[in-house]
């Protein structure tokens, strides 16, 4: 069957998007992590069969900040001039909340790069958005002169979310977001508050939620993370995989499509000195 797909601001979207941490060198591990990640792509060859292996498979959307990843951005270009397939880029930028002339222009400078770059879709970084969280006016001040900026590029504008209060604060006061980006999986990693709450944050929020994390960046296996989220989120939710290698990504898939089918997925079992063992089927 064809992956299943949603639609956020008219844009059809397959409901797993290429994840990047893994190709970019942002483990949440440990250093040797980050930095055997930084070597194993140091160019746009090296990352290329992992986003060919997601397109083999339409899945066509990938998120990252792009600006601070030209390996990955160059493999994008170099993916679809193989392919002759659009990849769908989803851009986060860290952008200059100062309330300042300067803070502005050059938060506009950010997002116009995102636009250069061929960006979608514009989500700011959640580390920029939280600085303007005002929690006891329960509001997300001055968002909306960047959600602005970004409609006035001719992108699509969104929120990162780690902190689920701002699905919360912007359904609440209708800003112009179209999606946001949530921290979710089944061990609660890097989650501000308990699984639950998030899932009803998630179930609630008014616009489509692109998921992060999902094997709590690889603390708990893809069979377990996948079919957890996949359960748990609504059809027009999405989750954002990352991998390191092409095989990876075939695995990943084939658990999605498991899932969705109603079958247990047809992987490799894993490896062992004896494979010979009852306990492995």
């Known amino acids: 069957m064809d992956f299943p797909r949603t639609t956020v601001a008219g844009i059809s979207l397959p409901r797993m998007i290429m994840g990047t941490n893994w190709l970019a060198g942002w483990s949440h591990r440990s250093p040797s992590a980050d930095n055997h990640i930084k070597m194993k792509f140091a160019d746009a060859s090296a990352v290329l069969p992992v986003l060919l292996a997601y ?108 902190m689920p209060e701002l699905i919360t604060y912007s359904d609440d006061n209708g800003y112009d977001v179209e999606t946001y980006i949530q921290i979710y999986n089944c061990l609660g990693f890097l989650m501000q508050i308990e699984i639950e709450t998030i899932a009803s944050i998630i179930h609630n929020a008014k616009k489509p939620v692109m998921t992060i994390k999902p094997m709590a960046a690889g603390r708990c296996t893809p069979y377990v993370g996948l079919n957890f989220a996949w359960a748990t989120l609504r059809k027009c939710d999405m989750v954002t995989v990352g991998a390191h290698l092409p095989q990876e990504v075939y695995e990943n898939i084939e658990i999605s499509r498991a899932f969705f089918e109603g079958r247990y997925p047809d992987l490799e079992k894993r490896a062992s000195p004896n494979m010979n063992q009852s306990a492995f089927g």
């Open 55 to 162: 397109l083999e498979n339409d899945i066509d959307a990938i998120m990252a900040p792009m600006g601070l990843v030209p390996a990955i951005y160059d493999a994008v270009k170099m993916a679809e001039d193989k392919t002759g397939k659009k990849i769908i880029i989803i851009d986060t930028p860290m952008i200059d909340v100062n309330d300042t002339t300067e803070g502005r222009v050059s938060a506009l400078a950010s997002i116009k790069r995102c636009k250069e770059l061929g960006a979608t879709f514009c989500l700011p970084h959640h580390s920029s958005v939280e600085e303007l969280v005002d929690k006891n006016a329960r509001k997300i001040r001055r968002i909306d002169d960047y959600t602005k900026m970004i409609r006035d590029n001719g992108m699509i504008p969104g929120l990162s979310a780690h």
